[in-house]
């Protein structure tokens, strides 16, 4: 079984045991996370798609860790001027596990 889930404004296709870096959350480790915001709740038989929302559907999640991603670097120049500016960013995330997709 499968889930097409919205965190955060952004789309997950998550099943059970996945493991997905979600934005981050204010949530502890270890601490257990319900999403209701479920667009599509599939299967190899059936599929149901929600107008917006899948009613009474919900997935289940457990908040394994947070960490940050690979740096970017931002880089900027213009030519003739002696402008040259380097950065770096590092996006912050949250590590969850998928436990159970309710319908």
Same mark, same amino acid.
């Given at each position: 079984?499968?889930?097409?889930?919205?965190?955060?404004? $952004?789309?997950?296709?998550?099943?059970? &045991? /996945?493991? =997905?870096?979600?934005?981050?959350? /204010?949530?502890?480790?270890?601490? &257990?996370? $319900?999403?209701?915001?479920?667009? +599509?709740?599939?299967?190899? $038989?059936?599929?149901?798609?929600?107008?917006?929302?899948?009613?009474?559907? &919900? @997935?289940?999640?457990?908040?394994?860790? @947070?960490?940050?991603? /690979?740096?970017?670097?931002?880089?900027? $120049?213009?030519?003739?001027?002696?402008?040259? +500016?380097?950065?770096?960013?590092?996006?912050?995330?949250?590590? @969850?596990? =998928?436990? &159970? =997709?309710? =319908?």
């Amino acid at each position: 079984m499968y889930a097409v889930v919205q965190i955060a404004g $952004k789309q997950y296709r998550v099943s059970q &045991n /996945d493991t =997905i870096q979600v934005p981050t959350l /204010d949530e502890k480790e270890g601490t &257990n996370v $319900k999403f209701d915001r479920v667009l +599509l709740v599939g299967n190899e $038989k059936q599929i149901t798609v929600g107008h917006p929302l899948v009613s009474g559907a &919900n @997935v289940e999640a457990t908040v394994v860790g @947070v960490g940050k991603s /690979d740096k970017v670097m931002i880089l900027k $120049k213009k030519k003739r001027k002696g402008y040259r +500016l380097r950065r770096g960013h590092r996006q912050a995330y949250t590590e @969850v596990k =998928i436990t &159970n =997709i309710a =319908i």
